[in-house]
Nanobody, 123 residues
Framework: VQLQASGGGLVQAGGSLRLSCAAS????????MGWFHQAPGKEREFVAAISASGGRTWYADSVKGRFTISRDNAKMTIYLQMNFLKPEDTAVYYCAVMTRIGSVYSTTSYDYWGQGTLVTVSS
């Protein structure tokens, strides 16, 4: 099972990036999938999650109105559209899959993790 995150990079404050996370090895079309980020010296934090069908989404307060999570189950891929980026969004972004019942906000609920993609927002 692999999750391959991509799309990170360097962007100026106010700019946009779109992250992708492609899954392989098994289907995740019935699972909640999410994005977390981890800044240097800090714990990994919840950013956004999406239900299996895509009909329900959850966001951290810090990204509401700026980030949008989506998924394409046919492509086994989830996305994170990040707009109006701020320097405090700088972090490594990880995608993850939750295959069992749990809190979408907690890292311990997720069973599979991607390798991370670095997002750097300059002021």
């Amino acid at each position: 099972v692999q999750l391959q995150a991509s799309g990170g990079g360097l962007v100026q404050a106010g700019g946009s990036l779109r992250l992708s996370c492609a899954a392989s090895g098994r289907t995740f079309s019935r699972d909640v999938m999410g994005w977390f980020h981890q800044a240097p010296g800090k714990e990994r934090e919840f950013v956004a999650a999406i239900s299996a069908s895509g009909g329900r989404t959850w966001y951290a307060d810090s990204v509401k109105g700026r980030f949008t999570i989506s998924r394409d189950n046919a492509k086994m891929t989830i996305y994170l559209q990040m707009n109006f980026l701020k320097p405090e969004d700088t972090a490594v972004y990880y995608c993850a899959v939750m295959t069992r019942i749990g809190s979408v906000y907690s890292t311990t609920s997720y069973d599979y993790w991607g390798q991370g993609t670095l997002v750097t927002v300059s002021s």
